[in-house]
Each structure stands twice: as structure tokens, then as C-alpha cells.
């Protein structure tokens, strides 16, 4: 176990719709960061958060926002939802200055 | 230039037997290159990490080599156990001192050990 949770585990909607993502950070992690894991584009970094600001950027759609809140929970927002955003979608953390980043299990969504 | 290649993409081995995973980078910026493994229905963990300093670093049954002349690094499991089986991911990133990283994944390995 990482210490990393989130939820929901699974989530099916459909085209045209909204989710959050939560994500509860390592005690004492300041990073939050946001992956999504898809077959045909592997592990892709989409932005990552550090004591509530934003502090990367990777390859994350304009639909697509999130946020980390004062007490360092993060969300991560998807909206207008397509088809091609079905994917597992993970969260990790890690220390100031630390390397290594711990992720969570994951929430799998759907979109039908 | 941001992109880890990885491969193979399966692998099987025997029980006993010795995986090895390769990568290869470009960006010579990287500083940092950990390998993650992920069993079905979960996160990816850290397993091993290197920096571009240090040639080689063994931890158990795990090791990795690192030619930075190549831009490349793999990874080696000794001994492999049916318990090794899942998909191993490299990675590498920049500014991994600063705490405020991207990492770039490779496409994964699915590794199967035969009993």
C-alpha cells in the first residue's frame, strides 16, 4: 500500500459528460501528480501539483483541469467527455525534493 | 526528444532464468531514470532508480546498468520468479533534485515467468 488514495475505483459515464477524480496525497507528500494510462499511448504525465499551485504541465487536454486544495487533496476534473478518454487515470505524490513518487491504485473510466 | 523507448514489449522466462529490459533516451537532459513494475489492478512502484553518474546499482535480485555514452539503460533480474511477473515500466526525468519532475514513461514490458 503507497498511502496514496483514490477514488471512485470505477467510473462509467457517457460521451458529453463530467467527472472528478480524487486523490489523497501520502501524509506529509506536498506533490500531487496526474497520470492517465491508456493501451495505445502508455503512461502519459498530465500535470502535477505542489502545495495548492500548479507546477508542471504535460500533455493534458484543455477539457481536462484539476486542483490541489488547502489541505492537499487534489482533483482532477474531466469534462466533455469522449470515447477516447476511457483510460485508468492515477494519481501519485511525493516529498519536497524527493525522486521517488508513490502512486495509487488508480480509478478506471469508461466512457460508453 | 522527450521519448524513452523500451522494449521488448513481452518477455518469458523461466523460472531461475534472467529478464532484461533495454532503454533508450535522447534527451540528455535527464537526470534521473527509475524503473517502476505494476501488477494487474494496481499502481505502479518504484523498484530501482539510477542517476547518470553511476554506471550500474544492484539492489536484490534487481540491477541496473546505465551507458551514458549509448544513452541507454536496462534493467536485469536475476533469479526470476514467477512473482516477478508483471509489466515493468522505464522512465526518466528532468529537474527529479527540485522535487517538481516529469516523468517520462516507456511503453512498458510484460514480463510472464514460467514455473
Known amino acids: 500500500d503507497s498511502g496514496v488514495t483514490q477514488t471512485p475505483k470505477h467510473l462509467i459515464t457517457a460521451t458529453g459528460q463530467r467527472v472528478t477524480l480524487r486523490c489523497s496525497p501520502r501524509?506529509?507528500?506536498?506533490?500531487v501528480y496526474w497520470y492517465q494510462q491508456s493501451l495505445d499511448q502508455g503512461l502519459q504525465f498530465l500535470i502535477q501539483y505542489y502545495n495548492g499551485e500548479e507546477r508542471a504541465k504535460g500533455n493534458i487536454l484543455e477539457r481536462f483541469s484539476a486542483q490541489q486544495f488547502p489541505d492537499l487533496h487534489s482533483e482532477l476534473n474531466l469534462s466533455s467527455l469522449e470515447l477516447g478518454d476511457s483510460a485508468l487515470y492515477f494519481c501519485?505524490?511525493?516529498?519536497?525534493?524527493?525522486?521517488?513518487?508513490?502512486f495509487g491504485p488508480g480509478t478506471r473510466l469508461l466512457v460508453l | 526528444q522527450q521519448q524513452v523507448k523500451q522494449s521488448p514489449q513481452s518477455l518469458i522466462v523461466q523460472k531461475g532464468g534472467i529478464s532484461i529490459i533495454n532503454c533508450a533516451y535522447e534527451?540528455?537532459?535527464?537526470?534521473?531514470f527509475p524503473w517502476y513494475q505494476q501488477f494487474p489492478g494496481k499502481g505502479p512502484a518504484l523498484l530501482i532508480a539510477i542517476r547518470p553518474d553511476v554506471s550500474e546499482k544492484k539492489e536484490g535480485r534487481f540491477t541496473i546498468s546505465f551507458n551514458k555514452s549509448a544513452k541507454q539503460f536496462s534493467l536485469h533480474i536475476m533469479d526470476s520468479q514467477p512473482g516477478d511477473s508483471a509489466t515493468y515500466f522505464c522512465?526518466?526525468?528532468?529537474?527529479?533534485?527540485?522535487?517538481?519532475?516529469?516523468?517520462?514513461f516507456g511503453t512498458g514490458t510484460r514480463l510472464l515467468v514460467s514455473p
Open positions: 501524509s506529509g507528500d506536498l506533490s
Open positions: 522512465a526518466a526525468s528532468i529537474g527529479s533534485r527540485t522535487g517538481f519532475q516529469k516523468l517520462v
Open positions: 501519485a505524490s511525493s516529498a519536497l525534493g524527493g525522486e521517488t513518487q508513490y
Open positions: 534527451n540528455t537532459a535527464f537526470d534521473y
